[in-house]
């Protein structure tokens, strides 16, 4: 177990989203489900906790109820190697959610995601402040990021 891990806060779809996102990203599973106890404010054995890993990263998802929703304000980042990852976790996070602008999403259950190319991430800090500034402004335009057209951006075409 991971020293410091990230908790979603959902209604009651907990293990639904848990295996989502397990069926998303690659070298993912479930770890362990939790069952609320007899007396609890949720009905006994119904799920309250999925521990699961994304690609080597704890995640726990919490059955809590309906009075907190998830926020942009927070979000996940799935980086991905080249445009067909890119395009993979894009459309697989997508199913039944909303697309935002930028490379981010709301999925199906509410949660924030940002799907970025890493290549994307160096020409944005890259040292050469005018090509980092054209990348940018090419990635302020788009909903799912377009490696190509960041790249022809950053080198000034």
């Known amino acids: 177990m991971q020293n410091v891990s990230t908790c979603l806060w959902f209604d009651d779809q907990a293990l639904e989203a848990g295996t989502f996102y397990v069926g998303v990203f690659p070298r993912s599973r479930i770890l362990e489900t939790g069952y609320y106890p007899e007396d609890s404010r949720r009905p006994a054995g119904s799920v309250i906790t999925v ?15 309906p009075q907190f929703k998830h926020s942009p304000a927070m979000s996940l980042v799935a980086y991905a190697d080249d445009q067909e990852e890119t395009d993979g976790l894009w459309g697989r ?33 890259s040292a050469d402040q005018q090509a980092a ?16 057209t960041v790249e022809n951006a950053f080198g000034g075409s």
Not at 112 to 121: E, H, T
């Open 51 to 65: 521990r699961f890993e994304l690609d080597g990263t704890e995640f726990l998802a919490l059955n809590g109820g």
């Open 133 to 148: 500034k054209r990348a940018f402004a090419a990635v302020m335009t788009m909903v799912k990021i377009d490696i190509a």
């Open 93 to 125: 996070l997508l199913q039944g959610g909303q697309p935002s602008q930028c490379g981010w999403l709301t999925d199906r259950y509410g949660v924030s995601w940002q799907v970025v190319p890493r290549s994307v991430v160096a020409m944005l800090t």
